[in-house]
């Protein structure tokens, strides 16, 4: 799942499987170290100097861009000076034309029967806090304008303004739009698609900056990147709607910057930058492929669950279908493992398929209960699936169970393993939990890469 972060911002959100996506390509970057301090009223006229000289800065940033990436302007790209106000009512609007609040809902809801999220927590009021905090200007590839903030100096915005840049250039070149539309039963490859996306304009921004100091791009080691992107780390959560979100929405904040950064960086020390355009038009297609580079030059993609109506559910209504990815289970591991171990757990991931299933007579206006949640996984071994199965029983052994309002009887959370296979339920009636198990081992499919159909 992605949640509806993801993504820059409303490429998806994406949370539960990974949440709700917030289209991740808008996700915008922080311009500065931790919280700015409110700033002083200008007069009509200084705000308007101001503004000058921030589209002065655009149209200089742009020709350093251009010269360092490679990516030629194809046609002037729009821009507009907004507040934070301003920009934050974009993010919404964006949000809310492509996630009907009945998805966000649905969202928080199985992140709360995950455990990733807190039984009494606003989803909606996280994101959007989280999201307007960070917030320092974004690019749209759907209005193709760029939006900069005009609550901070420009010298203090050039960097993120190089990461925004590269992204308008990026959809004049590769088209953004193929990579911002949600995948509202893929989150997994959203997130893997962002994380293409912000890796290039994060690794953009950092031979930008090391350029301005002087720093000889040729001598840029693994160890600069790593640098660039601890530092980056530490500039997004410097904030405190960051630091009190939940993990799930930090990590798959972060996730495309970062790991986006090292999948980039592992071929950019390497080649020049006509080999990340390749990437664009034979994207990366699991999280998996992001963690793991080697992966993706295999060509090693994610094997396909093909999921069967269940009649031990008849008369439940589905919810929800969609991907959770190696990044999501390494999430949801984590939340009761080391991280190591938690790492070490996801990493045999094959492939998996999440369908949530509301309760009988409940509504779209007023769900009355969590929902049932069933993943079943695929494995790229049998040892990596007994592995994680040791993995996800700690995890739900530390959930909640006993009554609930979904089904009027006791619900529980089953783990089965069988083979390289292995089947999670979650907030299932015990009365239904033998019948469902047996029915998804029985009918649910598994289609390796081999025998899927080509596009």
């Given at each position: ?18 949440h709700v996506v917030l289209a991740l390509l808008l996700l ?16 009509p006229e200084a705000a308007a100097t101001h503004h000058e ?403």
């Amino acid at each position: 799942m992605r949640t509806i972060l993801h993504p820059s911002v409303p490429a998806s959100w994406r949370p539960r499987g990974r949440h709700v996506v917030l289209a991740l390509l808008l996700l915008p970057l922080a311009a500065a170290d931790g919280p700015q301090p409110r700033p002083r009223p200008r007069t009509p006229e200084a705000a308007a100097t101001h503004h000058e000289a921030l589209l002065s800065a655009v149209d200089e940033i742009t020709r350093q861009v251009v010269a360092l990436r490679g990516l030629p302007v194809k046609t002037p790209f729009k821009r507009g000076v907004l507040s934070r106000e301003e920009i934050g009512r974009k993010l919404q609007e964006r949000i809310h034309r492509e996630y009907t609040p009945e998805e966000v809902r649905i969202e928080a809801a199985i992140l709360k029967r995950m455990g990733l999220l807190p039984p009494e927590a606003d989803y909606e009021k996280l994101l959007f806090n989280l999201l307007t905090e960070q917030v320092a200007g974004f690019y749209d590839p759907y209005t193709q304008t760029l939006f900069i903030a005009d609550w901070l100096p420009v010298e203090m915005q050039r960097p993120a303004l190089a990461h925004e840049i590269e992204h308008a250039l990026q959809d004049q070149h590769f088209d953004l739009k193929r990579f911002s539309r949600p995948l509202k039963e893929e989150g997994d490859r959203q997130l893997a698609h962002a994380s293409l996306v912000e890796g290039d304009g994060t690794a953009l921004m950092l031979e930008f900056v090391a350029k301005s100091m002087g720093v000889d791009l040729g001598q840029m080691s693994e160890m600069a990147f790593r640098l660039g992107k601890q530092m980056m780390q530490m500039t997004m959560s410097a904030t405190p709607a960051f630091q009190q979100a939940p993990a799930v929405l930090r990590e798959t904040l972060v996730f495309p910057y970062a790991a986006g950064l090292d999948f980039i960086e592992s071929m950019r020390t390497h080649h020049p930058w006509s080999r990340i355009n390749e990437l664009f038009r034979q994207p990366p297609e699991s999280t998996e492929q992001i963690l793991h580079p080697e992966k993706y030059h295999s060509r090693e993609q994610p094997v396909v669950v093909l999921p069967a109506p269940l009649t031990a559910l008849a008369g439940w209504r589905e919810l929800k279908r969609d991907v959770l990815g190696e990044v999501l289970f390494k999430i949801w591991f984590g939340s009761k493992l080391p991280e190591e171990a938690a790492e070490r757990a996801a990493a045999g991931w094959g492939g998996d398929r999440l369908v949530a299933w509301a309760a009988p007579g409940s509504t779209d206006s007023a769900a009355p209960g969590l929902p049932i949640v069933i993943n079943f996984s695929t494995w790229d071994s049998e040892r990596d699936a007994r592995e994680a199965e040791r993995a996800a029983r700690q995890v739900t052994a530390s959930l909640e169970t006993g009554g609930d309002t979904s089904g009027g009887s006791a619900v529980g959370h089953v783990v089965v393993r069988r083979g390289r296979n292995m089947l999670i339920l979650l907030g299932i009636p015990a009365s239904l939990q033998a019948r469902v198990v047996e029915e998804v081992f029985r009918t649910w499919r598994v289609v390796p890469p081999a025998l899927q159909e080509g596009p």
